[in-house]
């Protein structure tokens, strides 16, 4: 994030929160999918981009053509996952898991994505969450390309 435009940020940031009429719970719920507790750490583009991303499936509208200049994200934004990777990763889950529910998915990518929710994961982070799932899909012995049962030492 360039110095210029940090406080223009922090402005459309609570301009979103007081439109969607967020409580201080809800709030720091939506930050800490970011990382981050308080606005005022946000350091990087994909930290905000994650947070306006948030704000904007909750039904924060855009009012001015200043803040659509900073919003790059609706979904599928640039830098955020795309549908075909989270419809990848649900996939590879349901494949490979042993517990096949919406927690222990979410545990994972706390674990390898450090965010809070599947929306919330950068392409990057999601990225590694497929090569993790379909290195587990091959320990458990799928082949994640076919859905077919690998059969070692034969």
Known sequence: MTVRNIGNKYKIIHVAKKQL??????????????GVTSSRDINTDAQFNTVMSAFLKLGFKSNSDKVGKYINTVTGASGMISRRQEYYIKGLWALASRYKDEKSLRKIIKRIGKVDD???????????????????????????DTREGVCFGQ
């Open 21 to 34: 009429g967020l409580d201080d719970d809800a709030y720091r719920a939506v930050l800490s999918g970011a």
């Open 118 to 144: 599947i929306s919330f994961l950068s392409k990057r982070d999601a990225s590694a969450v497929i090569l993790a799932l379909r290195d587990i899909c091959w320990k458990a012995g799928f082949n994640p």
